[in-house]
């Protein structure tokens, strides 16, 4: 029962055997030629065509194109959005309940518009009792003052009687008993004197405290009112009729779409080539261009994205553009000269820099450090090349500098 296997393995192993290393026998066996044949006669190498033979095998072939720097605007591109030019959430300032229709979003205010009014409660019961305080505050000054004239004119009196005492003692005319009655007159009246002082000056305290209540009750009935900041118009809904109010929550939303701005981030590696007052031009999404200037250029950078703020002032009288909307952004610079080339020319030396491989004298490779200024439908823009260079365009990752090629040259399309 075993023998059909072994008989079986043995046989595949004579094919395979076959198949393997006798291929070239078995070949021409299949063919009709004798075994003779294949092994007298050894096989000729194939001839070499002609268009297969290059004119020098150590060089690499690649395809280059003669570039020729351009004068560009060399325009600083970004993303951006529109963003309203005031913005502010108006709140309470006291507290209270509205009392005032409310105006609806979408509403244009203007300046000192009452947007929401409260209910003044016992504020005016308040700002009369302040008055009245001040108002008796105020009565107080002619009797102070004359306690005050009063303490005074004895006082001159007593400094009389204690002059005249001393000089009458000097001469044995008056006794010690009344030249220290008499000063203690005078120290008398000039504690007086004091006492009127003070008291005029609390009262002068007790008015301007009155005058501190009165202005604070005026104040506080002025918060009543909350009026719009500038012109603009009403982002959100007011505060609706009889909702109370704390101090601190909201009334309305004002906006100021006229002009508008439009913001965007740019590179540390072109920050420098923007400039407070350039001239600027939007692409929003909808389609629509807008012209404007550069207003404000950040001095710090943002501490996550490493990118400067750029603002532009754009005139939006129609209110058509509204705060929020997608803007490509293109910012005038100063022209440059520059290389139009494939994006896919671009390679990377050992140390990581971006640049392309030239062809030198002699067919010799160097690379050339490049700085990329814009995209473009047919490529990229570049600075850093001399005026006319040899880029290589295909093949430049399979070459070192240093190395002599054989170029073929193209025009690019």
Same mark, same amino acid.
């Given at each position: ?8 393995? +043995? ?90 229709? =409310? ?26 009792? $302040? ?17 005050? +004239? ?32 008499? $000063? ?30 009165? $202005? ?12 719009? =900041? ?64 550069? /207003? ?102 399979? /070459? ?14």
């Amino acid at each position: 029962m075993r023998l059909i296997p072994i008989v079986t393995a +043995i046989l595949v192993t004579a094919f395979l055997f076959g198949v393997v290393v006798e291929r070239d026998r078995l070949l021409a066996f299949t063919r009709g030629n004798g075994a003779e044949t294949v092994t007298s006669e050894a096989p000729l190498p194939a001839a070499p065509l002609e268009n297969d033979i290059p004119e020098d095998s150590s060089k690499i072939r690649v395809v280059a194109m003669h570039s020729q720097a351009q004068m560009i605007d060399s325009a600083v591109v970004l993303r951006g959005q529109t963003e309203a030019y005031r913005q502010v959430e108006i709140r309470a300032e006291t507290m209270g309940r509205v009392i005032s229709e =409310p105006l609806r979003r979408g509403a244009s205010v203007s300046r000192d518009q009452e947007l929401c009014r409260l209910e003044p409660g016992t504020r005016d019961a308040l700002l009369a009792e $302040a008055k009245a305080r001040l108002a008796e505050a105020e009565a107080r000054i002619p009797s102070s003052q004359a306690v005050q +004239i009063e303490a005074g004119a004895r006082l001159e009196e007593a400094l009389i009687n204690d002059n005249a005492a001393r000089k009458l003692s000097e001469g044995g005319y008056a006794s010690e008993t009344r030249v220290a009655s008499a $000063a203690a007159a005078v120290k008398a009246s000039e504690a007086a004197v004091q006492a009127a002082k003070s008291g005029l000056e609390s009262t002068l305290a007790g008015i301007e405290s009155a005058e501190a209540l009165v $202005a604070a009750a005026e104040r506080d009935i002025e918060r009543l009112s909350i009026k719009a =900041p500038f012109d603009g118009l009403l982002e959100n809904d007011v505060a609706e009729l009889g909702s109370l109010l704390q101090q601190g929550s909201l009334c309305a939303t004002v906006l100021r779409l006229d002009p508008i701005k439009v913001v965007g981030f740019i590179p540390e590696s072109e920050v420098n080539r923007v400039n407070r007052g350039a001239m600027a031009s939007a692409r929003l999404i909808t389609g629509q261009e807008v012209i404007g200037k550069v /207003v404000f250029l950040s001095r710090s950078a943002d501490a996550l994205t490493r990118t400067f703020r750029v603002e532009i002032d754009v005139d939006n009288q129609d209110l058509a553009i509204r705060s929020g909307q997608t803007a490509e952004i293109i910012i005038a610079s100063d022209g440059a000269q520059a290389h139009l080339i494939p994006q896919s020319a671009l390679t990377l030396d050992d140390a990581g820099t971006l640049g392309v491989r030239l062809v030198k004298q002699d067919n010799i490779v160097t690379f050339n450090a490049i700085n990329l200024l814009r995209d473009a439908a047919e490529g990229i823009w570049v600075e850093g090349l001399p005026n006319e260079a040899d880029v290589i365009i295909i093949g430049q990752e399979y /070459v070192e500098e240093g190395v002599q090629v054989l170029p073929v040259f193209e025009e690019p399309a």
